[in-house]
């Protein structure tokens, strides 16, 4: 495994450093973490548990407990299929299925280009809009499986339209 | 302390307050059936739902290993619903469970067993799918069997108590849920130190020790000069395996197993920890007066070294080179005696039993082999010597008392035996290092300062000849890294440090017989807080028996260095009885 440079290494333990205070500072940590590095490798959990105290085995329990965090890096668009009981049955699965089919990639998995994460999330709070779909924070309401091909699409041009563009 | 009143099945009882209804109902004369509870809720995870009863204020039913009696509560044990739920919830963790107990060495002291009998569970209630399982045999002390596991967490209770060390965790959710190192590592490419602590509280075989007994088969097969060694602390508790009282030494009978078994010469592991006495208390010696890396630390006990090299490699040179005294003396079997016997080394195959299962780690180093030669090429624990003993036929308890094997490796000290328990390779060492500095004996033999059977930090200051020496002694890597971390801050006071991986030292170690109140009826109650002290009391009765005390006046060591290694520290002594350490990685690349 490689080992953490020196920057990363010291930016993790700024995070930590800053967090132990809080009431329950390894979730806080961790999220922070994700967000600024977009996965929790096993070196960075490592890390974690010298600054925290936390085993290793903890905090690699806590990553794979909750499916906002990840072992792995995600791609440039993140796709969060909501598959609570309410989208579920308002047909979240289909939704998913859809996604997955279309960038051949199974839920948790990166397309090879590297653009888009497939996953499959718990409630997300947003039942009244059922089924929901987010995408780097951008909500879907009332997503529909016809419309999946589409969204994929506006993605796909956005990336096209920028390598296109003059430098 | 204050009392509460309670009702068991309509029957009043005054009953500790604070006490959970499963600790009152024990108190009261009842045991419910439970899992996951464990050692006065080292682990209440309150996860198996077995222990499920009735009780007035409550909703539903209660886990009775969390919940607390209060005054004029009633508690139905065996009602119809209390029982049923029982029996379902045993019945659940049975639907998901490799229930292969024919071939599981844990068949006979395993608790799922128990109470699925208790409670009359049936295995096919709940056909159905069963989780992702995986099998972990890469290390040398133990195995890891996820299909047979419940997840009570009680490994990881322990592993967080004795060591803060926390191998093991829970990984992923719901039912797909297990338990591992992180990143399901093997143990052996985890900082694991391979002490089986976590194989000591398993309730099921989930956790065992990795079995070594097909290799003793084997090299009875091939013809071999099987010769065996048997460690202190086997002794103090292999007669718990056959019903005798916790604490109550077998060493005879032990010894008449061992022979019945067909082993060709049988061995008390205390000359080599006499042996070890000699080398360490020299070395200490020459570290006291030449300005050596001080304060040294004892290196007998496989899982500390672990525990070193894993996370303090920065101080092993603190640690005494001597290997640890079963190794030392198969060195000696495979030279020394194997010249005198006229025998070569590969034709011999030592096998050691131990209360450790680090040390089927230990055999197997590069360091500790001589001329390419293991020193020792088995390590039974405890609990496999039990399982040889009852498959070979044996009536343990009928056998008559026997001694061991008296030719040049027979006679041993007092030190020696004590070494099976925290503070006694100290107490050992002192004796002789005192004779050394002083050149006579200590009249009070016995160094009570270092003396213990718990885990945590002792200290003592000994007067030698106007020298203070000061040491102290730690078990359980969560007592030692604290005075470690004192060496790395450069604040240690001390110039002798004992440490032993396991709380309490040898006696409580990893392949020791299980102690669960359920298959132990005729002990106390509070059993799991005495068993470590009434194993310790077997091996400090043995050294008061004993003539010699001191390893430097047990003749056949003297005679060995008379008529082979020269002097302590020699070259040859060097070869044969020193080993070398190297940091290790925590995480090393797959």
Redesign the interface.
């Given at each position: 495994?490689g080992k953490l440079n020196a920057a990363a290494d010291q930016k993790i333990r700024e995070i930590c450093r800053r967090n132990l205070n809080e009431k329950t500072p390894l979730m806080i940590i961790l999220s922070d973490i994700q967000n600024e590095y977009g996965y929790i490798p096993?070196?960075v959990?490592?890390v974690v548990s010298e600054e925290t105290g936390?085993?290793?085995?903890?905090?690699?329990?806590v990553v794979?407990?909750y499916s906002f965090f990840s072992l792995t890096p995600k791609g440039k668009y993140v796709i969060g299929c909501c598959l609570g009981t309410a989208c579920y049955v308002k047909g979240g699965q289909q939704v998913i299925d859809k996604f997955s089919e279309l960038l051949h990639i199974k839920p948790g998995e990166t397309t090879e280009d590297g653009l888009f994460t497939l996953d499959a999330l718990r409630c997300i709070g947003a039942c009244g809009i059922a089924p929901a779909v987010t995408i780097n924070g951008t909500v879907y309401p009332k997503m529909a499986v016809s419309q999946v091909q589409e969204v994929i699409a506006g993605y796909l041009n956005k990336e096209n339209e920028k390598e296109g563009a003059p430098a | 302390m204050s009392t509460v009143n309670i009702k068991i099945e309509g029957i009043p009882y005054q009953v500790e307050n604070g006490l959970t209804i499963l600790e009152a109902a024990k108190a009261c004369g009842y045991e419910i059936p439970s899992l996951c509870a464990f050692n006065h809720g080292e682990c209440n995870a309150a996860s198996c739902r077995v222990c499920l009863v009735e009780a007035t204020g409550a909703r539903g039913l209660v886990a009775s290993c969390v919940y607390p009696v209060a005054e004029g509560m009633e508690i139905k044990i065996s009602s119809q619903k209390a029982v049923e739920a029982r029996r379902r919830s045993v019945e659940l963790l049975l639907s998901n469970h490799n229930k292969n107990c024919q071939q599981c060495d844990k068949n006979g002291q395993c608790e799922l067993l128990h109470v699925a009998n208790v409670t009359g569970a049936r295995d096919d209630a709940f056909a159905g799918v069963h989780s992702e399982t995986y099998l972990d045999t890469l290390a040398p002390g133990l195995v890891r069997d996820t299909s047979k596991c419940i997840l009570c967490g009680r490994c990881?209770a322990r592993c967080?108590n004795a060591h803060a060390?926390?191998?093991?965790?829970?990984?992923?959710?719901g039912f797909k849920t297990f338990v591992?190192?992180?990143?399901n590592r093997s143990f052996a490419e985890?900082?694991c130190i391979q002490c089986g602590q976590c194989v000591n509280v398993c309730p099921t075989g989930a956790l065992m020790e990795h079995s070594e007994i097909g290799l003793v088969d084997a090299a009875f097969r091939a013809g071999k000069h099987v010769i065996v060694q048997a460690a202190p602390a086997v002794r103090a508790a292999l007669g718990e395996e056959f019903g005798y009282p916790v604490g109550t030494p077998v060493t005879g009978k032990m010894i008449a197993a061992l022979r019945r078994l067909g082993f060709e010469r049988v061995y008390d592991v205390n000359f080599g920890a006499d042996l070890t006495i000699m080398e360490e208390g020299t070395e200490l010696l020459h570290r006291l007066t030449e300005g050596g890396t001080l304060p040294m630390i004892t290196s007998c006990s496989p899982g500390w070294v672990n525990y070193a090299e894993l996370q303090y490699g920065d101080l092993l040179p603190h640690l005494s080179t001597c290997k640890s005294p079963h190794q030392m003396q198969g060195a000696i079997i495979k030279s020394y005696w194997a010249k005198e016997k006229g025998i070569a080394p590969e034709d011999i195959f030592v096998v050691s039993v131990m209360p450790c299962i680090a040390k089927k780690y230990e055999e197997k180093r590069e360091q500790e082999k001589v001329n390419n030669i293991p020193d020792v090429d088995a390590v039974i624990t405890t609990r496999e010597l039990a399982r040889m003993i009852r498959k070979s036929g044996i009536l343990f308890n009928r056998l008559p008392d026997e001694e061991w094997d008296q030719d040049i490796m027979g006679d041993y000290s007092g030190a020696g035996v004590i070494f099976g328990v925290t503070g006694g390779v100290m107490e050992a060492a002192l004796r002789t290092v005192y004779f050394k500095l002083t050149g006579k004996e200590k009249e009070e033999i016995v160094f009570t300062e270092v003396r213990g059977h718990e885990a945590g930090i002792r200290e003592a200051s000994i007067d030698i000849n106007g020298t203070t020496v000061n040491v102290a002694i730690a078990s359980g890597m969560r007592s030692a890294r604290v005075l470690l971390d004192e060496i790395r801050a450069g604040k240690s006071k001390y110039q002798f440090i004992e440490i032993m991986g396991c709380p309490g030292g040898c006696i409580n170690g990893g392949g020791q017989p299980y102690v669960r109140s359920c298959f132990l009826p005729e002990e106390d109650d509070n059993i799991l807080d005495t068993y470590k002290e009434k194993r310790a009391q077997a091996l400090y009765s043995e050294d008061e028996r004993q003539v010699i005390r001191q390893s430097h006046n047990n003749p056949q060591i003297i005679e060995l260095y008379e008529k082979y290694l020269g002097e302590p520290n020699s070259h040859l002594a060097h070869e044969l009885l020193h080993t070398s350490y190297a940091a290790r990685e925590?995480?090393p690349?797959?």
């Open positions: 495994m096993l070196e959990q490592e936390v085993p290793v085995a903890e905090i690699y329990g794979t407990f | 990881i967080n060390l926390g191998i093991l965790g829970f990984e992923n959710r591992s190192p992180a990143q985890s900082p925590k995480f690349e797959k």
